[in-house]
């Protein structure tokens, strides 16, 4: 079945994050390169990425330190010069030839009102799990992901860069996937073979619109 929406993940597929880790090791008082190596050891081993914050504060609680963070004026953020530069030309790209656009990722409260800021001219929706009350890889998630899509899950493109939170659980939910290789996880995961299992691998969102044109033209008999 054709595709005829696109919905993307966030994090090193909308956003590099770079600066939003490097700004949890300042808080910590670690340096970065070393808050790096470990973050990437923890999802190497499989883990919960907030399994590296444990490593350096035992009984660490991320929900209560971001509020700490923000009463302390150093709250999470992140703004157009984070947005990875081929986002804007893909975007525009695939709005050109007529595909439904939608943001749907595991973000807070602040982090939805910031995508607002940034994308609300762009795409049709911009959902979060915070707004939803369930994150991913829940299989509710990307009901509502598909529920909140004017088309079946299978006319679904589903972006992102973690094949846990990404595209094993929106291939369940019936939906196409499309695997970027970038960041932390599409790094460390790109030579597992389940990647195979994507249907389509991409190093760039610009790869997006000949992809999926390629992939929803009809077959010649």
């Not at 709250?75 to 695939?94: F, H, K, Q, S």
Request: proline share 5%; aromatic share 10%.
């Amino acid at each position: 079945m054709a595709v005829r929406a696109v919905v993307f993940d966030v994090g090193e597929c909308l956003v590099d994050e770079t600066r939003e880790y490097g700004s949890w090791a300042d808080w910590l008082g670690v340096p970065r390169h070393t808050f790096a190596a470990q973050f990437g050891a923890t999802i190497a081993r499989g883990l919960d990425y907030r399994e590296t914050f444990q490593v350096f504060r035992p009984g660490f609680d991320l929900a209560v330190e971001r509020e700490k963070r923000a009463a302390a004026g150093q709250p999470e953020t992140y703004g157009e010069d984070d947005v990875y530069p081929d986002v804007r030309p893909a975007l525009a790209a695939l709005r050109e030839a007529g595909l439904w656009l939608g943001i749907a990722g595991n973000q807070t409260v602040r982090s939805g009102r910031i995508l607002r800021e940034l994308f609300a001219a762009d795409v049709d929706l911009i959902g979060t799990s915070d707004d939803w009350g369930v994150s991913k890889p829940d299989p509710e998630f990307f009901r509502r992901v598909a529920g909140a899509t004017p088309f079946e899950a299978a006319e679904i493109l589903y972006v992102g860069d973690r094949l846990d939170n990404d595209v094993e659980p929106a291939m369940a939910a019936g939906m196409h996937t499309a695997l970027i290789r970038r960041g932390p996880w599409g790094t460390i995961q790109q030579h597992d073979p389940a990647t195979e299992r994507a249907t389509m691998r991409i190093d760039s969102l610009l790869e997006l619109e000949r992809s999926i044109s390629q992939f929803s033209a009809p077959s010649i008999r």
